[in-house]
């Protein structure tokens, strides 16, 4: 009888083990259904996905609740998308990908903007006529503040501020004092408050008492100021205050103001940006994509001016897509000289069809060319 017991389990094992690369092929099977599953998420990081230790399940273990940059974002966002989606991939096709899976994240980087201060400088009527010639004290042209900063100041470095106070004629004489920094190799204004929208926040001279004050009134003053240039999610403002230092002076301040959709705050220098990421077939990598509207001056460019659209209809000049390839190549080698080997595009175009549409063409840069995606 116990030999029986034994001669059944080597049987047993015979017949169990017969096909020695069953388990091998089972994972190939395996393998192989998971480049089958595509999926699609959007997503964004949560404080705790920044700084969360990579042993407790985390993936970036960064010191503060966002990214240093947005290249850093690029390079560590594919960590979270593997580990958290290990089996999502791509589907193929006779060898080219059919459909890749996406991710579109939403993120926080630091991203500062200077706030810089200085002593308001008044302007003397002998500053405003030598740059004007004229005899009045003021400057009657936007330009000429700019022509005084470049007399004044001819050699300017990265990062100068100047605040001036100038006097400013436009059908009345009115007083301004705007803040000029230096940056990019050019000055570019910053606005200050004018004495009247002082007023309507309350205050009886131009200039606010203590930063604190500035900070509770100026987020509610933006709203007015900008109800003629509305304002999105995401913009952002700079604004300079004035602070009375008592024996003469006044000196101001700049800072900056980040609109939700709704009310302004303090700008913290952190930003937010979203970038889709997509499946290659092996990793996850950013896309690239700027969706582009064709404008007036496209249309001219390709010679399609007249009508603002390309004629798509059976016979006419834009029916095929190799036609209207070539024309959203010119368009873009001429509006984009610069683009880098895989920039992608997303061109909106307007069509005549009998109707008019809208139609999209995806391309990719190539070589010298952009083609189709």
């Known amino acids: 009888m116990k030999n029986f017991i034994y001669l059944f389990m080597v049987l047993g094992l015979v017949f169990t083990s017969c096909d020695p690369m069953e388990d091998i092929h089972d994972d190939i099977d395996r393998e192989t259904a998971l480049d089958d599953i595509v999926g699609e998420v959007t997503y964004t990081f949560t ?10 399940g985390g993936y970036f273990e960064l010191s503060f609740p966002n990214f240093g940059s947005i290249d850093e974002a690029k390079t560590l966002t594919p960590l979270y998308l593997t580990g958290t989606y290990p089996v999502w991939g791509v589907t193929w096709k006779d060898g080219e990908i059919k459909e890749a899976s996406t991710a579109t994240i939403t993120f926080k980087w630091y991203s500062p903007m200077s706030t810089p201060s200085a002593n308001v400088y008044a302007l003397t009527d002998d500053d405003h006529n030598d740059i004007t010639g004229n005899t009045f004290g003021n400057f009657d042209r936007s330009y000429y503040i700019f022509n005084y900063l470049e007399a004044t100041y001819p050699n300017p470095v990265e990062g100068d501020f100047h605040s001036l106070r ?3 004629w436009g059908g009345g004489e009115t007083t301004l004092t705007d803040g000029f920094i230096f940056e990019n190799e050019e000055w570019t204004q910053i606005k200050g408050f004018t004495p009247d929208e002082y007023s309507n926040m309350g205050e009886r001279f131009p200039n606010f008492s203590s930063h604190d004050e500035a900070a509770i009134k100026i987020p509610l003053a933006l709203p007015d100021i ?8 995401g913009d952002i403002v700079q604004a ?3 602070l009375w230092k008592g024996g003469g002076v006044t000196e101001s301040y700049v800072n900056n103001y980040i609109f ?9 220098n952190v930003a937010e940006e979203t970038i889709k990421f997509g499946h290659d077939g092996t990793v996850w990598v950013p896309d690239n994509t700027i969706k582009y509207t064709l404008t007036s001056a496209d249309y001219d460019l390709v010679e399609n001016g007249r009508f603002g659209n390309f ?14 390839l070539a024309k959203i190549n010119t368009i873009l080698l001429n509006n984009f000289p610069s683009d880098a080997e895989g920039q992608k595009y997303n061109v909106s175009y307007n069509v005549w069809s009998g ?3 809208v139609w999209n063409m995806k391309v990719i840069k190539t070589g010298a060319e952009y083609v189709l995606q």
Do not use: C, L
């Open 47 to 56: 404080d705790e996905d920044y700084t969360k230790k990579k042993d407790e």
């Open 166 to 168: 100038y006097r400013f």
């Open 226 to 233: 900008f109800k003629f240039q509305p304002k999105k999610a």
């Open 240 to 242: 300079m205050y004035e």
């Open 260 to 268: 939700d959709g709704n009310t302004w705050a303090k700008y913290n």
């Open 311 to 324: 004629d798509v209809r059976s016979g006419r000049a834009e029916e095929t897509v190799e036609v209207r």
């Open 355 to 357: 109707a008019n549409e």
